[in-house]
């Protein structure tokens, strides 16, 4: 079974930066897609950026010029730099990992738990 543990959320200012990390476990052969999505209260969950295996990247347009996403094959693990963060990216981000190949064969999308980024005025 596929998992993914999420880190780096927290509390910082506007104009400060934060690095959230995804490290994917359980048996996994290859990743396709891996990226961050975010939902703040009251909104749908939108997509932040994604990544490739080939590193084909994907940014929303409110985060371009601000975030950078980067992931490490060998580990598993996907990475999303924050910076001149606004107040507006306050939101609850989640990883998401698609094209899983585990040893047995295909596994679903995963989801991580989320971690939650607050940016203050």
């Known amino acids: 079974q596929v998992q993914l543990v999420e880190s780096g959320g927290g509390l910082v200012q506007a104009g400060g930066s934060l690095r959230l990390s995804c490290a994917a476990s359980?048996?996994?052969?290859?990743?396709?897609?891996m990226g961050w999505y975010r939902q703040a209260p009251g909104k749908q969950r939108e997509l932040v950026a994604t990544?490739?295996?080939?590193?084909?990247?994907k940014y929303a347009d409110s985060v371009k010029g601000r975030f950078t996403i980067s992931r490490d094959n060998a580990k598993g693990t996907v990475y999303l730099q924050m910076n001149s963060l606004k107040p507006e990216d306050t939101a609850v981000y989640y990883c998401?990992?698609?094209?899983?190949?585990?040893?047995?064969?295909?596994?679903?999308?995963?989801w991580g738990q989320g971690t939650q980024v607050t940016v203050s005025s």
């Open positions: 359980g048996s996994i052969f290859n990743i396709g897609t």
């Open positions: 990544i490739t295996s080939v590193g084909t990247i």
């Open positions: 998401n990992i698609k094209g899983v190949r585990v040893l047995t064969g295909s596994a679903p999308d995963a």
